[in-house]
T-cell receptor
Framework: AQTVTQSQPEMSVQEAETVTLSCTYD???????LFWYKQPPSRQMILVIR??????QNATENRFSVNFQKAAKSFSLKISDSQLGDAAMYFC??????????????FGTGTRLKVLA | NAGVTQTPKFQVLKTGQSMTLQCAQD?????MSWYRQDPGMGLRLIHY???????DQGEVPNGYNVSRSTTEDFPLRLLSAAPSQTSVYFC???????????????FGSGTRLTVV
């Protein structure tokens, strides 16, 4: 069975600095997708970035980028020039495939990011 | 605005009461799901549906029922509320699979449920 592990329950970063959130996963599949979701205090889950496993190039969305290491099954999120609005819970998620084709999602337990002014 | 609408946002129930959490989406997504979010446990899948008339159990289905009579609506019913069901509940939808399903989920704003 696939698993997603976020080993950092909480992280802190100074405003304008860079922080990296780690995520590892375990799977025997070769075709899958990885996501980072942000959950601010408003509770709304927001998709931050996604990575397709068959693409070697790391995904980038403005100040957010990932370091995807397929062989190591690692998918870390880097936030550059951190802003107060980045403070949130961040979830790593894996989307694989099942025999029924429902493409099951598995979420990590989350990392709470605090941004210090 | 297009998206996933969840109601209510907050609810307090007494043990043994029943209730229905409503979820509606207007994006014509085939796939809808219910998750519960508990501290230190991430999001756990309760039930999901790949289309109208089709539902299936997720990781933690006990104590919950769902139905999918239309593409738009996917209500979650708590049959006899228990304190262990105190949680934050999220409804989410997406296109089903393949390339079309890789844009990720669209989530509702969540329901904070407390069972006393």
């Amino acid at each position: 069975a696939q698993t997603v592990t976020q080993s950092q329950p909480e992280m802190s970063v100074q405003e304008a600095e860079t922080v990296t959130l780690s995520c590892t996963y375990d799977t025997s599949e070769s075709d899958y997708y990885l996501f980072w979701y942000k959950q601010p205090p408003s509770r709304q889950m927001i998709l931050v970035i996604r990575q397709e496993a068959y693409k070697q190039q790391n995904a980038t969305e403005n100040r957010f980028s990932v370091n995807f290491q397929k062989a190591a099954k690692s998918f870390s999120l880097k936030i550059s020039d951190s802003q107060l609005g980045d403070a949130a819970m961040y979830f790593c998620a894996y989307r694989g495939s099942t025999t029924s084709g429902t493409y099951k999602y598995i979420f990590g337990t989350g990392t709470r990011l605090k941004v210090l002014a | 605005n297009a998206g996933v609408t969840q109601t209510p946002k907050f609810q307090v129930l007494k043990t043994g009461q029943s209730m229905t959490l409503q979820c509606a989406q207007d994006m014509n997504h085939e796939y809808m799901s219910w998750y519960r979010q508990d501290p230190g446990m991430g999001l756990r899948l309760i039930h999901y549906s790949v289309g109208a008339g089709i539902t299936d159990q997720g990781e933690v289905p006990n104590g919950y029922n769902v139905s999918r009579s239309t593409t738009e609506d996917f209500p979650l019913r708590l049959l006899s509320a228990a304190p262990s069901q105190t949680s934050v509940y999220f409804c989410a939808s997406r296109l089903t699979g393949g390339k079309e399903g890789t844009d990720g989920y669209t989530f509702g704003s969540g329901t904070r449920l407390t069972v006393v």
